[in-house]
Every structure is written in C-alpha cells, then in structure tokens.
DNA sequence: GGCCCGTGTCAATGCCATTGACATCGCCAT
DNA sequence: ATGGCGATGTCAATGGCATTGACACGGGCC
C-alpha cells in the first residue's frame, strides 16, 4: 500500500520539494504561458502536492515573492552582463540602455512578479557590482560620483515603475485590455477639429502609442538620457572652469 | 415598527446611497487616514449600509475603481488649472512641472486608488482641453505637433508609472516597509570601499533617496525635462536651417 | 529501538468579490 | 384606490484566497 502511495506520488511529481523546484514552479505560473496568476493552490497543482507544503518551505507569500524577485533581477544582471563589455567603458549611454532593457526584460518575462513585487525592495547582493560599473561608467563619463549615484537611482526607479507599470497591464484579464484599448480609440477618434486641433491633428499618432508600451518606454528612456548627456556636459562644464 | 426601522436606518446612514455617496466614502476609505484599503465589507461599514448594496449602483469592483479614477484625475486637472495661467504660457518647463506634480499628488492623497488602477484608463473627457493646452505649450516652444503629443504622452506615462510605484509602496503595512528601509541601510553600510569604492562613497546619498521617494520623482522629472529641453532645441534647429 | 525533526497532508478560519433569492417602497397606470 | 413593477436594500451562500494548527510519516541520531 505504501509502496503504491509512494509511486503515485513520484509519478506526480518528480522529486521532493526544495526551495528550488518550488521557485521553478513559481516562475513557471509567473510567466504570461503559465497563466501569469501566482497562488498557493495553484502553486500546490503545478507541484503535484498540497498547497500548503510550500509553507515548510517559505515563511509566507512575502518572502517567495521576494525570492521571486531576487531571482528576476539576478537574470537581469545576467542579461546585461551578456550584451556588455568586460572592461570600462566611455560608451555611458549605451551601457544605460543595456541596462535599462535588461531589466525591463527579465521583469517582463514574468509580469506576475512584477505586479506582486510592486515597490518591494530586496537589497539582495547579486546586483551590487553591477551597480558599482554603472556607476563608474558615469562617473568616468565625468559625473561626479554622488551625482552618478543620483542617475543610477534615477535609472533604476525609472525602468523598475515604467515596468512594472506595463506588467500590471499585460496581467490585466485580455477582456479588460480590449475594452480599455477600444475606449481611447473611441475617444480620439471623436475628438472635433474646431474643438481639439492638435489632439486631432496627432490623435493617430497617440492611438498607435497606447497599444505600444515598449515604443512608450523607448521614447522615455530616451528622453531621459538626453537628459543625462545635459547633466554630464554640465559637469564637465565645471571641472574645466574650475581647472 | 417600520417608524421606528426608518429612524435607525437615519441614524446609521445619512441619506439614501447614490452613486456619489458611494464614491466619497470609497475616496474616504482610500486616503492614508482611511486606512488606504477598499474592500465592499470596509465600504459597507462606512456607509452604514449591506455592502452588497453597492452594486445596484456599480456593476462589480473594477466600475468603481474607473470611477475613481477619473475623480481622481479630475482632481489632478483642477489641481493643474489652479496652479496654472490662464492663457497660454511661454514656459512650457513650468507647465509641465506643474502637470505632472498635480496629477502625482492627486494620485498620492488616495493611494489605493493609484494601487487598485493599476494600468487602467478611463479615456475620461475631463482631462481632453488639459491635454490639448500641454501640447499646444510644447507646439509654441518650437516642438512639432505629433513630437509635442508624444511628449505628453511620455510625461504622463512617466508621471502614472512613478506615482503607483510610491503609492504602492505607501500601501504596504509600516513594518513591511520599515523592513525594506532596513535591508538597504544595512546593505549600503556593509560594503568595503575596497571591494566598492564609488558605491562606498555615495552609500549616504543612496540610503537618503531611498526613504525619499519625493526626491527621487523631482529628479527624475528634471532629468526628463532636461531631455525634452533637448529635443526642443534640436527642433528648433531643423526649422532654422530648413528657412 | 526509541525519539525527534523535517516534511507533507488535512481541516478549519477569516477575508474577499460576487450572485441569487427575497423584502420593501414608491410610483405609474388602470 | 389598487395592482403591479422597478429600483433599492438585505441576507445567505459560493468559491477563491492566505494562513494556521493538529496530525502523520519517515529517516537519522542517540
């Protein structure tokens, strides 16, 4: 009898549960394929084993979020870390928005732990020396170092609320979304010449950006850099009259 | 007997429910001194009322959150009105500032609100003749029309996305929060100058922003600005040599 | 061999949104 | 006036959710 339990069992699920097939599985519902919907029932189901196994496991929901999250910004670094020089270097705008994208990215890879992360914050150690190079990049770009700092914090709020902005949306019910879309189609559409000339003129243009988030985040990423290169020259502008 | 029904019913609620009582005890229930949850149990009790009674004036939850929110974004326009000239304004930086500080603190006096919206739109016409004025302000500082609206598009984006990002976070219960503060403080005091020398000299900056996330939006904000500031002269510079 | 701890199961609690069956009341047409 | 109808409010129930405490098993340590 316990025999047969026991096969019943493996051939639900494959092993016993860690931390780490726990995590997987988590991922795994997170992602826009597996549902984007996290729960302990449903964590249990994809486990094979009762929900509330996963409490031996994890405190509360809390703390497999925030294992979660440090999961995401882990392959976060890793993605820019891949599309990034070894070595410094000058190119500060281009570092920037590797680091931008990658985060954006991984986070978007799972909208579900976006949304639940929401402001959360792990000070997790896998992200430090990124954060040192990018800093540095700055800093070598001829910021001084706490107003790099400053830009780093900026950046990273940035990505992190633009992300976690369109996460929100992406995990939003598909009927929801539609019927969100369809109303400022609607709304610009209608909009009189005589009453709103500039909104007319442009309202194609607005319409097309609203179902694009990620031309949004470019834009603004842009933007934002622009912004950057001013602070950067007028940094530089200081050191040499003060040389 | 249905006398003495009726007086308690008086004592309880003031009047009968309509849609507008409604939606003031929600707003209620949303700002920090209303405890910054919505739930229909909460609604209910602050009405005096079944709080199944709700919905012979809202269809579900999320109708009532769209409508909220365009309360809540009427506010931000008025807020923007006030704050604002009448006619139209040469100083497009103030008028964006102003913008984007109104709609935030609109947002920020009922953050559940900011939480329960997520990403929604409204398509609401309150906001049409502000955003018509904003673009027309970029148009006269020397933007063309399609590139101010996607300014404004960008502005707003940015602004949204920022403030749920703050208001998320001001909805989390205090120790959770003070739990996060916590983890960065310790994080940024325990690294070696050595191993982080720029990280190690700009831990007091960094600590400070993080509990300040005011600071971090006026930042960001000037950044973007300056950006725009950017595109704005690189405008102006096509049109010139074009004459 | 006995004991304990790590792990998994189960039943129960309390909050939540939502629904359907009823009650009440005022208004309109007969 | 009256009969009925629609708008409004109440109540009980459902199903999902996180979380907890009591119990069961099984393997390693004494």
Redesign the pocket.
């Known amino acids: 009898m316990?025999a047969q339990v026991a096969e019943e069992?493996k051939a639900k699920r494959r092993a016993?549960?860690?931390r780490e097939s726990i995590l997987e599985a988590a991922l795994r519902l997170c992602s826009p394929e597996g549902g984007g919907?996290?729960?302990?029932?449903?964590l249990?189901k994809e486990l094979?084993?009762?929900?509330?196994?996963v409490?031996?496991?994890f405190?509360?929901?809390?703390e497999l979020i925030l294992a979660l999250t440090d999961l995401t910004i882990q392959e976060g670094v890793q993605l820019a870390r891949a599309a990034l020089p070894d070595g410094p270097s000058d190119d500060w705008r281009a570092w920037l928005t590797v680091t931008a994208r990658s985060v954006r990215n991984a986070y978007l890879a799972r909208p579900a732990v976006a949304v639940l992360a929401a402001a959360r914050t792990t000070a997790s150690p896998a992200e430090t020396s990124s954060v040192e190079e990018l800093i540095s990049v700055l800093h070598r770009a001829g910021l001084p170092v706490i107003e790099a700092a400053e830009c780093y914090r900026q950046l990273l709020d940035l990505t992190l609320a633009m992300t976690q902005y369109t996460a929100a949306f992406c995990s939003l019910d598909p009927a929801t979304q539609a019927k969100d879309d369809a109303a400022w189609a609607v709304k610009y559409g209608m909009l009189q010449e005589r009453d709103f000339p500039l909104l007319h003129a442009s309202a194609a243009r607005l319409t097309e950006l609203f179902r694009n988030d990620e031309e949004v985040f470019e834009l603004i990423l842009a933007t934002f850099l622009d912004g950057i290169a001013v602070r950067i020259e007028r940094a530089r502008g200081v050191r040499e009259s003060a040389d």
């Open positions: 316990e069992s016993a549960l860690t919907q996290l729960s302990f029932s449903r249990g094979g084993a009762d929900p509330t196994a409490y031996r496991h405190r509360d929901k809390d």
